[in-house]
């Protein structure tokens, strides 16, 4: 889980390493559709909310703004 509290623990609170699981080559290939402006624009007020009542940037922000 994201939250690290997956089944596959051990009770220790460390997580047990996962095999790799092969997928098909000839399966259909995952749709990817894109945000359109209005959710974009939806998308930027809402980290506008955040970094409001947060006091500064969002992580999200940040990591944008971040040289490569």
Same mark, same amino acid.
């Given at each position: ?5 997956? *089944? ?27 945000? *359109? ?15 409001? *009542? ?15």
């Amino acid at each position: 889980s994201l939250a690290g509290e997956g *089944s596959d623990g051990d009770g220790s609170g460390r997580q047990q390493p996962t095999p790799i699981r092969r997928l098909d080559a000839s399966r259909p290939r995952t749709r990817v559709i894109r945000a *359109s402006e209005d959710e974009l624009a939806a998308h930027l007020a809402r980290l506008a909310v955040i970094e409001k *009542s947060a006091g500064g940037p969002s992580l999200w922000a940040q990591l944008e703004k971040a040289p490569e």
